[in-house]
């Protein structure tokens, strides 16, 4: 029961954030993904992009003309197969990840000093630190 509460809570959590990130862009769920993926893997194929989010190429294409057409992505030719094209973030790309992942924080960090008691946000940050442990598992 306490495993499938907190797969819960944290899928709740993880939904709130992503919309709070995703709210001024108009961006999709998908397009998002996208432009987290680049950040944390780097440049990418089309192909391995699809690959990547489990979509087909044509969704991962029109995927990356809307980025595209945003000024969120860059295709470049890939360095070690020119025939190819790899596709990395803009400027501006890096830029939105920026204000999304603050927009995020400061959301949350609104939430926590408005909605909780000081006990409370003690109570939360010390349940934090057991939390994390099963990110070492």
Not at 68 to 75: A, D, I, S
Request: aromatic letters at 4%.
């Amino acid at each position: 029961m306490a495993a499938r509460e907190l797969r819960a809570v944290f899928s709740r959590l993880r939904r709130t954030l992503r919309e709070k990130g995703q709210a001024a862009s108009g961006l999709t769920p998908s397009q998002t993904a996208v432009l987290s993926r680049l950040i944390t893997d780097g440049p990418a194929s089309a192909s391995a992009l699809a690959a990547a989010e489990r979509v087909r190429p044509q969704s991962m294409a029109a995927t990356l003309a809307v980025l595209e057409g945003h000024g969120l992505v860059v295709r470049r030719p890939d360095p070690e197969d020119g025939r190819r094209q790899l596709v990395g973030l803009s400027e501006t790309g890096l830029s939105w990840i920026a204000d999304s992942r603050r927009a995020r924080e400061e959301w949350l960090a609104r939430a926590f000093q408005e909605d909780f008691t000081e006990v409370e946000r003690a109570t939360v940050l010390a349940a934090l630190s057991l939390l994390d442990r099963l990110n070492r598992r």
